[in-house]
C-alpha cells in the first residue's frame, strides 16, 4: 500500500475516503481535518479559550495533541475520580502528566475529587441513594467541567468523542426513536446559560482507527486499559454492528453520522416548543450556583447533600 501524496509506503488505508497515507502525511492530514470541523461548526476561534477534558485515553490525547499543534489556545482538565481498581485514575493521571511534561509543560489542572470533596467518585455512588456509579459520575464531571469553565471565562470545553462513538450513540437512539436525545446529539451544544460553556466534539469526523493510529505515530503515550466499572458491552456492540457494515459497504458508518448532521441542519429534528421553552426555565441552583431547571438544588449538590444526611 502506498501514500497516495508521496508514494512512500502508507501505514493507513481510509476506504472511505479513498486514501491511503504514509506517517508523515496522515500527522499532518489529521489536524486538517480537524480544523475543517472547528470551522464548519463555528466550535471555537484563536480567541476563545478551550478546555480540554482529558481522560489520559487515546481520543483525548490525540484532541489535545491536534488543538495544541493548531495553535488554539487550550487548558487540560483531568478529574482524578478515586477509582483504585487496577489504580486506574492514578495510572490515567500519570499519562496526562507525561503529555503535558513533553508539550513544554503546556497548562493543566487536576481536580481531586476525593480531595475536594471529601468522598470518590465509588464512594460516594455507594453512599448516595443508589445512584448508578457511571450515572453518579457523569454528573460528578459535567458539573466540575462547567464549574472549571466558568470560573476561568473558558468559552468551549472539549471532549475527545469520535465518529465510531457518536455512530454507535446514534444507532441505539434511533433504534429507540429516543427523540429527545437525537434533537441533541450534534458536534456544538450552544450555550444555554451564561454559566454554561459550549461543548464541543472536534473528532467526531474521524474514525476511532483513526484517532488510534495519530496516538500511536505521535508517540503518545495514553492509558490502554478501560475503566474497571465501564459496562459498555451495548456501545461496543453497536460498534461492531456499524464496523460490519463498513465491511459491506465502503464509508457507511461515515454517511450514518453525516446524512444524520445534515438531516437535522435540514430541520429533520426541529426543537419541540417545550424543548424551547425549558431553555429559558433554567434557574440557579441554590448552593453552588450552577445551571438547573430544579427548584432549589441542582443534581450534583442533591446528591452531596443526601451523604451528609446520611452521616448526621
Ligand atoms: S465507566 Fe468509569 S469513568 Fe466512565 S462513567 Fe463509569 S465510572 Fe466513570
Ligand atoms: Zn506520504
Ligand atoms: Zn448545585
Not at 500500500?1 to 475516503?17: E, F, L, R, S, T
Not at 483525548?60 to 488543538?67: D, F, G, K, Q, V
Not at 444524520?260 to 429534528?269: M, P, V
Amino acid at each position: 500500500m502506498k501514500c497516495d501524496i508521496c508514494g512512500g509506503v502508507a501505514v493507513i488505508g481510509m476506504p472511505q475516503h479513498r486514501l491511503n497515507l504514509c506517517a508523515e502525511h496522515f500527522v499532518e492530514w489529521v489536524p486538517r481535518m480537524v480544523e475543517r470541523v472547528i470551522r464548519r461548526y463555528a466550535m471555537f476561534t484563536r480567541d476563545e479559550r478551550v478546555l480540554v477534558a482529558v481522560s489520559g485515553g487515546k481520543d483525548s490525547l490525540a484532541l489535545w495533541e491536534i488543538l495544541i499543534d493548531l495553535g488554539y489556545q487550550t487548558e487540560g482538565v483531568y478529574i482524578h475520580l478515586g477509582i483504585d481498581h487496577d489504580a486506574y485514575s492514578d495510572v490515567s493521571q500519570e499519562h496526562v502528566r507525561r503529555f503535558a511534561e513533553g508539550h513544554a509543560d503546556v497548562p493543566y489542572r487536576v481536580v481531586d475529587v476525593r480531595q475536594e470533596y471529601g468522598l470518590s467518585v465509588p464512594e460516594l455512588s455507594k453512599t448516595g441513594r443508589g445512584k448508578r456509579l457511571c450515572s453518579a459520575c457523569g454528573l460528578v464531571k459535567r458539573h466540575i467541567m462547567n464549574r472549571i469553565a466558568y470560573e476561568g471565562g473558558y468559552a468551549a470545553i472539549a471532549t475527545g468523542h469520535n465518529l465510531d462513538d457518536e455512530a454507535a450513540v446514534l444507532l441505539q437512539n434511533t433504534l429507540h426513536w429516543q427523540s429527545g436525545y437525537l434533537r441533541r446529539q450534534a458536534p456544538v451544544l450552544p450555550s444555554t446559560h451564561p454559566r454554561l460553556a459550549r461543548k464541543v466534539k472536534p473528532l467526531c469526523n474521524l474514525y476511532e482507527r483513526e484517532t488510534a493510529a495519530y496516538a500511536l505515530v505521535k508517540g503518545i503515550s495514553f492509558v490502554e486499559l478501560e475503566c474497571p466499572h465501564a459496562t459498555r458491552a451495548t456501545t461496543i456492540f453497536y460498534k461492531e454492528l456499524l464496523n460490519k457494515l463498513e465491511g459491506r459497504s465502503r464509508g457507511a458508518k461515515m454517511q450514518f453520522y453525516l446524512h444524520f448532521l445534515k438531516a437535522k441542519e435540514e430541520g429533520l429534528f426541529a426543537p419541540e416548543k417545550a424543548d424551547a421553552d425549558s431553555e429559558t426555565a433554567l434557574r440557579e441552583c441554590r448552593q453552588c450556583g450552577q445551571p438547573t431547571t430544579a427548584e432549589e438544588l441542582c443534581a450534583f449538590c442533591r446528591l452531596w447533600q443526601n451523604i451528609e444526611a446520611h452521616h448526621d
